[in-house]
């Protein structure tokens, strides 16, 4: 289904790029929207209305997850959008930046699903959706080591969390974008030096020939959070990059 009316979603990482096409489309399917971030200043330029409220949150912090999930109440739909990307193969990666991946890209999640799980159970109601990449266990992408494993840990612990809970009536699905044009990727483009040939490099990924838009994967958000059939897939939309 995809009228959200009555329900409760919470987003985090919705300040900028996928999460905040998502507040948004969720908040327009009639949702009652909580999107939150670490960027206080992002988070403030978002169409804030009536059912689009904003929460300053580091998901890094399982006390402040707890405390924001607490007041909200029962959470319906929990999308875990945020991720952060390193550069760099096995051996140029800083071990500070695996902690880093793995604090954000993985152990967040599991304190947000954590969270959020004892209240679907008691409703026997609910779905997670977890921001992975076909940069994962899906699809070697050089130069993204850190990433990654992180990623292909996100598509682990999806199908862990929807075998569990399946009986409960909790669903759990990764979502596996392509490159998608967002403000962290203009910066890595950026990085790159000269930022018209990394963009060309890019798109080339993409057999499609573009970048996707923040807005491509927040519809198919949506869509998973209603595909009551669906559940333990991680599902890529990734301008055929994976062909
Ligand atoms: P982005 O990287 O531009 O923005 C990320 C947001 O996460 C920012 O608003 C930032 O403030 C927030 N954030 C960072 N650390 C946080 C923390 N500790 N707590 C709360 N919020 C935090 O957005 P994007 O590129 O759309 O990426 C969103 C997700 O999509 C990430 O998980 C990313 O790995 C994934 N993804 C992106 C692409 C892409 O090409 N853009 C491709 C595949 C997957």
């Known amino acids: 289904t995809s009228d959200f009316t009555g329900r409760t979603v919470l987003v985090t990482a919705a300040a900028q790029g996928i999460g905040r096409a998502s507040a ?20 403030a330029a978002l169409p804030v209305r009536e059912n689009l409220v904003v929460e300053t949150l580091d998901v890094r912090s399982e006390g402040a997850v707890r405390a924001l999930v607490d007041r909200i109440g029962a959470v319906d739909v929990l999308f875990n959008c945020a991720g952060i990307v390193h550069a760099g193969d096995i051996l140029a990666m ?6 880093v991946a793995i604090d954000i890209n993985v152990k967040a999640m599991i304190q947000t699903i954590r969270a959020v799980l004892p209240a679907m159970i008691e409703r026997r109601d609910g779905t997670i959706l977890n921001m992975a990449s076909v940069a994962s266990s899906v699809k070697g992408v050089p130069n993204r080591f850190a990433y990654g494993v992180t990623k ?3 598509i682990g612990l999806t199908k862990s969390v ?3 809970y399946v009986a409960y009536n909790i669903r759990c699905n990764a979502i596996c ?19 018209e040939q990394t963009r060309a490099v890019f798109i080339s990924r993409q057999p499609i020939g573009r970048l996707g838009t923040p807005e491509e994967i927040a519809d198919l958000a949506v869509y998973l959070a209603g595909a009551t059939y669906t559940t333990g897939q991680a599902v890529a939309i990734d301008g055929g990059w994976t062909i």
């Not at 948004?24 to 988070?43: K, M, S």
């Not at 974008?177 to 930022?195: C, F, H, I, K």
Request: charged share 25%; hydrophobic share 45%; aromatic share 4%.
């Open 94 to 99: 800083k071990d500070e930046d695996l902690d």
């Open 24 to 43: 948004i489309a969720f908040a327009q399917a009639g949702a009652l929207v909580y999107a939150t971030d670490i960027n206080e200043a992002a988070l």
């Open 177 to 195: 974008p392509g490159t998608v044009e967002s403000p962290s990727l203009q910066e890595r483009m950026r990085a790159q030096g000269d930022l």
């Open 162 to 164: 929807a075998a569990d």
């Open 152 to 154: 292909a840990a996100v």
